[in-house]
């Protein structure tokens, strides 16, 4: 007759294979999901055939990695107060950027707190026209690098149709007359 405490264990052991195999195709049937509903919100379809979706966390989306890559991942925001040292607020979203995610963290402040910052210093995934008008209407001074954007506003331009000579450095501000003058239409004349 067999030992009963190694019946018990075989045992055991099945029934936790069993339970992550279960396990396993629910994740996958979840990461399905996901992908078709992340197919279903791309309008481009070489879009469509690159998307990803996590087999391990479907509700992590896959996201751009610093290094290239693509990976499941979440995005995390940590506030502190610099004076003291301390983490005042944490935020965690599913946003790839982070530009949006500065008002949400304002308002986690303001509630861990009681009452809002009077300065947020932020790294340049935060800065955006919008970001900068909703923190001075809110009176907070905002901290972080204004980059000069021109490779981004090129693809941009590129992306839309523009021609190189109607670029926005192609034209100079006078506020005096506000007016725009084109400075390649001043060397044609």
């Not at 690159?50 to 751009?64: H, Y």
């Not at 499941?72 to 965690?92: C, E, K, L």
């Not at 995610?101 to 402040?109: A, I, S």
């Not at 340049?124 to 981004?152: C, T, Y």
Request: net charge negative; proline share 5%; glycine share 8%.
């Amino acid at each position: 007759m067999g030992d009963p405490r190694s019946e018990e264990v075989t045992k055991r052991v099945a029934a936790a294979r069993q339970r992550a195999l279960r396990e396993r195709r629910k994740r996958l049937e979840e990461a399905l999901k996901q992908l078709e509903a992340i197919r279903a919100a791309k309008a481009d379809e070489e879009a469509k055939q690159q998307a990803r979706a996590s087999m391990t966390d479907p509700q992590a989306p896959v996201m751009k990695q610093p290094d290239g890559g693509y990976a499941p991942s979440y995005n995390v925001q940590v506030s502190t107060d610099g004076a003291a040292g301390a983490i005042v607020a944490v935020g965690v979203t599913q946003a790839g950027s982070d530009y949006r995610e500065l008002e949400p963290g304002v308002e986690r402040v303001e509630k861990n707190l009681g009452c809002a910052p009077k300065q947020m210093v932020v790294d340049g995934g935060f800065v955006s026209r919008e970001n900068i008008l909703a923190l001075d209407e809110k009176h907070i001074e905002l901290v972080g690098p204004l980059e000069e954007g021109r490779a981004q506003s090129a693809g941009q331009m590129q992306r839309r149709g523009v021609a190189t000579e109607f670029y926005p450095e192609a034209f100079t501000y006078d506020a005096g007359t506000d007016t725009y003058t084109c400075l390649r239409s001043l060397h044609t004349r």
